[in-house]
């Protein structure tokens, strides 16, 4: 299986930061890592797909960036409906696999 | 906008069967893969596996063994079934729908979740 590792598991952040998340994956997957924004008691919310490719309806503060084994999502003015745990997910090859969650908190 | 809803039976007994059923309303039903997740404290997100429309399936080689995935596209629902149940498979599972598109796949569109407890 593919070993998807985020970093950091959590972090606090005021409102108007600009954050920061990385995701590692245990081998190549080219640009098939998606992220995803979970609040809590709700389902996942797809943001990025294929490393950087905005999902229709997400605001663009949102980005992303990385190929082959390294990515990274950056929330480049945090809002006070971005709190929330973050996910990357990779669909290389199956099993589909996830990362641990990264969770951004108020400061 | 698609919407979809998991049902079924919140306890399950330990080395028993939990099935559940995802609803999906609002969209198209064919073109997509339909997928299983759950979440627990313990393992957080584990994919499960998906049913394509056609009815062919992909599963994870962990659960392989006690999982099945079925499909009625008159009703625009997927279930799935995992036997001999243990503590381990209490989580929320998730159904959710697969798109592919020309680009990696993902996961667009999700159920509110349906919490599963395995009691012994």
């Known amino acids: 299986d593919i070993q998807m590792t985020q970093s950091p598991s959590s972090l606090s952040a005021s409102v108007g930061d600009r954050v920061t998340i990385t995701c590692r994956a245990s081998q190549n997957i080219r640009n098939y890592l998606n992220w995803y924004q979970q609040k809590l008691g709700r389902a996942p919310k797809l943001l990025i797909y294929?490393?950087?490719t905005l999902q229709s309806g997400v605001p663009s503060r949102f980005s992303g960036s990385g190929s082959g084994t390294d990515f990274t999502l950056t929330i480049s003015s945090l809002q006070p409906e971005d709190f929330a745990t973050y996910f990357c997910?990779?669909?290389?090859?199956?099993?589909?696999?996830f990362g641990q969650g990264t969770k951004v908190e108020i400061k | 906008q698609v919407q979809l809803q998991e049902s079924g039976p919140g306890l399950v007994k330990s080395s028993e069967t939990l099935s559940l059923t995802c609803s999906v309303s609002g969209g198209s039903f064919s073109g997509y893969f339909w997928t299983w997740i759950r979440q627990s404290p313990g393992k957080g997100l584990e994919w499960i596996g998906y049913?394509?429309?056609?009815?062919?399936?992909n599963y994870n080689p962990s659960l392989n063994s006690r999982v099945t995935m079925s499909i009625d596209t008159s009703k625009n629902q997927f279930s799935l079934r995992l036997t001999s149940v243990t503590a381990a498979d209490t989580a929320v599972y998730f159904c959710?729908?697969?798109?592919?598109?020309?680009?990696?796949?993902?996961?667009?569109?999700w159920g509110q979740g349906s919490l599963v407890t395995v009691s012994s």
């Open positions: 294929a490393a950087s």
């Open positions: 049913i394509y429309y056609s009815g062919s399936t």
């Open positions: 997910q990779q669909s290389y090859n199956t099993p589909k696999t």
């Open positions: 959710a729908r697969g798109v592919h598109g020309g680009n990696p796949e993902r996961f667009d569109s």
